[in-house]
């Protein structure tokens, strides 16, 4: 059984980082993982992505302040939040993508900007 583990959440001031990891365990190949987030009244959105070979994609709002990366060893991935704002407050949920169509969603870990 798969499962992910979120950890990284948690307050920070405005301009502040943060930054979390997921890590998926069971034997799987994550084609892709990324993290998307979920403010409240509002609708999941991608925040970025990140392929098996470490091509990228990310959400407009979020460019050049976050980094996602993985470990493909250990089958975990990364978001590194930089210069963050309230309008990134949310949380955050993990998600891979294997081999076979299957996609798989971590508990969601919560993130607040606030002074």
């Known amino acids: 059984q798969v499962q992910l583990v979120e950890s990284g959440g948690g307050l920070v001031q405005p301009g502040g980082s943060l930054r979390l990891s997921c890590a998926a365990s069971?034997?799987?190949?994550?084609?892709?993982m990324g993290w998307y987030r979920q403010a409240p009244g509002k609708q999941r959105e991608l925040v970025a992505l990140?392929?098996?070979?470490?091509?990228?994609n990310y959400a407009n709002s979020v460019k050049g302040r976050f980094t996602i990366s993985r470990d493909n060893a250990k089958n975990t991935v990364y978001l590194q939040m930089n210069s963050l704002k309230p309008e990134d407050t949310a949380i955050y949920y993990c998600?891979?993508?294997?081999?076979?169509?299957?996609?798989?969603w971590g508990q969601g870990t919560q993130v607040t900007v606030s002074s």
């Open positions: 990140i392929d098996s070979g470490g091509s990228t």
């Open positions: 998600n891979t993508q294997v081999t076979g169509g299957y996609s798989y």
């Open positions: 069971g034997s799987i190949f994550s084609i892709y």
